[in-house]
């Protein structure tokens, strides 16, 4: 079984634009076939999906939203499941979102955010092609203001501290749920903007997930990729970096790359993590190629070795092996 996980796609402002005479594959770009090839796929949706405008705004300095007709775009990359418990999915209030869960329900499962708490809080349950059951626990430590209520909508929010009550009821989600799938990822929205470093409150909380039962722990929300670790014999993707968004880049950090990450497992045994190295370009994700993939290998294979992880880099592309 192949799972194929990607960071941010943030389908708002300039994406949307295109998307009003662009087909609905277009964000994906010549990635879309590696999705399709793979048996679970899995992103953070960076934005709200609505038609909804509130008279007024959350005071805030981006407010991100695609037309409600953009699911098409995750319809057709045949995604799976979605994150949503991030700094923007309250964009446009919440109206907008209760508007987006709607329009997941007919057909994307969701985790992170919901009309009330124990929705955002509860785990997404789908079927792999394979017949797997694989289990979405999200979570972000952004905008604790946006914490859903038990009559408040909202986002199943933590802090990266395990003395933190939230994040000591996410390890018992995680341990709840565990039994009853046959693989479970956990997906973070958490930490600051850039660095390259993975913030050592993340590797601590992050080793937790994979103690409490997780198999795969996903970041996001930094806006560049992070090096890889494994704990346990299951990996750990620090931050996964921007995937498909219109974000002005920046020439040291580089938020314009990213890689498909593809998790192989065998039976039950989680084998490798494959890295196809991607590019954002016109609002649509492309596979890098030639020296381009290599600098971003290179760079990856760099972030890595820091978490003493070995990566081996061939024909444009990148693998870990995951040991027992």
């Known amino acids: 079984m ?10 708002g402002r300039l994406v949307d634009a295109a998307l009003e005479h662009r087909p609905a594959d277009y964000p994906w770009g010549d990635t879309l076939p590696r999705f399709l090839k793979a048996d679970w796929r899995a ?10 405008r509130p008279a007024v705004p959350p005071a805030k300095e981006f407010h991100f939203r695609s037309a409600a007709r953009n699911v098409a775009v995750l319809e057709a990359a045949h995604i799976d499941a979605v994150s949503i418990a991030n700094n923007h999915v309250l964009d446009f209030g919440p109206e907008a979102l209760l508007d987006m869960l709607a329009i997941l329900d007919r057909g994307i499962a ?21 017949g797997s059951l694989i ?12 914490e859903a209520g038990d009559r408040r909508p909202g986002v199943f929010h933590i802090e990266t501290d395990l003395a933190d009550q939230a994040a000591l009821a996410l390890l018992r989600i995680i341990r709840d749920t565990r039994p009853g799938v046959d693989l479970l990822v956990v997906s ?4 600051p903007n850039w660095g390259y470093r993975p913030p050592r409150g993340h590797c601590r909380l992050a080793r937790a997930l994979i103690e409490a039962g997780a198999d795969v722990v996903l970041g996001h929300s930094g806006h560049v990729f992070r090096g890889i670790e494994t704990h346990r014999g299951r990996p750990i993707i620090y ?17 314009d790359q990213s890689f498909i990450f593809t998790v192989d497992v065998e039976g039950r045994r989680l084998r490798r993590v ?12 492309r596979l890098a190629s030639g020296g381009e993939a290599a600098r971003i290998l290179a760079k990856m294979n760099q972030l890595c070795a820091q978490l003493g992880t070995p990566l081996r880099c061939e024909g444009g592309t990148g693998e870990i092996e995951i040991p027992e």
Not at 188 to 191: D, E, I, S
Not at 239 to 255: L, S
């Open 2 to 11: 192949k799972l194929a996980l990607a960071g941010d796609v943030m389908l």
């Open 43 to 52: 992103c953070n949706l960076e934005c709200v999906v609505s038609d909804g």
């Open 110 to 130: 969701h985790a992170g955010a919901g009309r009330d708490l124990e929705e955002a809080r509860r785990p997404a349950i789908t079927m792999a092609a394979d």
């Open 135 to 146: 289990g979405l626990v999200v979570c972000t430590d952004n905008e604790p203001g946006w």
């Open 188 to 191: 973070l929205h958490w930490g």
């Open 239 to 255: 931050c996964a970096g921007d995937f498909i968004d219109d974000y002005a880049v920046d020439p040291v950090e580089r938020n």
């Open 274 to 285: 494959l890295l196809q190295p991607t590019m954002i370009e016109d609002c649509q994700a």
